[in-house]
């Protein structure tokens, strides 16, 4: 004969029900709008010498020119829990005036941070910098692109675990490993950009969109 109580089976149930739902908690967050009120106050002007005024209203950055360069911070990226691999970046950006670059950002890849410059030495050049100390100019991820003044340029960034991917106006631009290789910043102001931030060189610049996504 069972000695089975089928009052307790049924409390175990229920338990084990219970105990599941309170370890489970919340699905870890996947997506973050940078300039959306949530995060409005953790953006701060870097501080580069003699940078231009530097504008944060109704969901856009503007970036007024620099002796030479301005900058922008984003300071919650570690407090917020965004990620540091396996991620995309995604913005718009647009070069007012001037010939120089005007949407470079400094992110994060696992333990390292880079920047991609767009529009850079005299308005053209893409790249990362830097990646085995050799800046965008040097390194194999240089490429050359027409950014005409006064237009939108979109720009998607894939931070993966041994790669980087760049898509500038839906082209591919950057398709690298970075596995063995060294991931650093270029020496300098750009640094002031830590740990998230746009910078602009002698020109003025806006920004908007900024969505990262986890992948």
């Keep these: 004969m069972s000695s ?30 940078l300039l959306s009120d949530e995060f409005a106050p953790a953006w701060k002007p870097s501080g580069m010498p003699e940078e231009g005024k530097v504008l944060i209203q109704n969901g856009e950055i503007s970036l007024q020119p620099g002796q030479p360069m301005t900058g922008v911070r984003f300071e919650a990226w570690n407090s917020a829990g965004l990620p540091l691999t396996r991620y995309s970046i995604e913005y718009e950006a647009m070069r007012v005036e001037g ?6 950002v400094t992110f994060p890849v696992n333990d390292s941070h880079v920047s991609l ?3 850079g030495w005299g308005g053209t050049l893409v790249g990362i910098s830097s990646i085995d100390d050799m800046d965008a100019s040097e390194n194999t991820t240089t490429g050359n692109a027409q950014f005409e003044n006064n237009r939108w340029h979109k ?20 398709n690298t490993s970075t596995k063995g ?9 750009i640094e002031k950009c830590l740990p998230f931030g746009f910078t602009s060189y002698a020109t003025q610049s806006r920004i908007r969109n900024v969505l990262i996504h986890r992948l």
């Design 117 to 119: 410059v767009v529009g």
């Design 155 to 174: 720009v998607r960034i894939e931070v993966r675990d041994d790669d980087l991917r760049v898509l500038i106006n839906n082209k591919l631009f950057v």
């Design 4 to 33: 089975r109580n089928p009052f307790f089976g049924g409390r175990a149930a229920w338990l084990c029900l219970f105990f599941m739902l309170t370890q489970c908690g919340q699905a870890p967050r996947s997506e973050w709008k």
């Design 181 to 189: 290789h060294k991931l650093s910043l270029r020496a300098g102001d």
């Design 99 to 104: 010939n120089d670059f005007f949407g470079t």
